[in-house]
């Protein structure tokens, strides 16, 4: 069985540019998450979805970040504009059971 | 949600059995008590999960006292490659991660 696919796998940008990550959930998993992690803590939920549509966003910050899960598929998460502070490895995770969640290997994301 | 709080971090031995204990003492009804492990430059990975009194799986043991306010995961005769941190999480139709146990097995 393939894993959560995500890409890039490192990006480096400077700030007020703006970034894409995108995620291929495992096939059948109707919920997918986007975590932020930043060095030295627990993964922070961003955003979840159900199919196509958003269960739960209180943790993102939507005048930058932006995502959308596509005909309840693969899903793009944006940020713009970057600041320093959004450094960090953004992950993505699948599952069928909410409990049992299925991580990719993450986007290293430098803002300098 | 329940907040956990779970030690720092750990020290063990090749071979020695670590067991590492997370206080939740706000748990629900509904919530599961899940254990992720994850190694530097990786996501988390799914241990075991359970509800009520002990989960035994491949890799790993989960004791749940009857109050449900603790959980401990036990890794029987630990190796260098299970060095990561582990994280507790409580909850049920959302999970929140917190710091973390670093492990370190040492030789």
């Known amino acids: 069985e393939a894993g959560v696919a995500q890409s890039p796998r490192y990006k480096i940008i400077e700030k007020r540019q703006s970034v894409a990550f995108w995620c291929n959930p495992i096939s059948g998993h109707a919920t997918l998450y986007w975590y932020q992690q930043i060095l030295g803590q627990g993964p922070k939920l961003l955003i979840q979805?159900?199919?196509?549509?958003?269960?739960?966003d209180s943790q993102l910050p939507k005048d930058r970040f932006s995502a959308e899960r596509l005909k309840g598929v693969d899903s793009t998460l944006k940020i713009q504009p970057a600041k320093l502070e959004d450094s960090a490895v953004y992950l993505c995770a699948s599952s069928w059971a909410v409990r049992e969640q299925y991580f990719g290997p993450g986007t290293r994301l430098t803002v300098t | 949600l329940a907040k956990t709080t779970q030690p720092i971090s750990m020290d063990s031995y090749e071979g020695q059995e670590v067991n590492i204990t997370c206080s939740h003492n706000?748990?629900?009804?509904?919530?599961?008590i899940t254990w992720y492990q994850q190694f530097p430059s990786q996501g988390p990975r799914f241990i075991i999960q359970?509800?009520?009194t002990k989960v035994t799986n491949e890799v790993a043991s989960l004791f749940i006292p009857a109050d449900r306010k603790s959980s401990t995961l036990s890794l029987p005769r630990v190796s260098l490659s299970d060095t990561a941190v582990y994280y507790c999480l409580v909850g049920f139709q959302k999970l929140v991660f917190g710091t973390g146990t670093r492990l370190l097995v040492s030789p």
């Open positions: 706000n748990i629900a009804t509904n919530d599961y």
């Open positions: 979805f159900q199919n196509n549509g958003v269960v739960d």
């Open positions: 359970g509800y009520k």
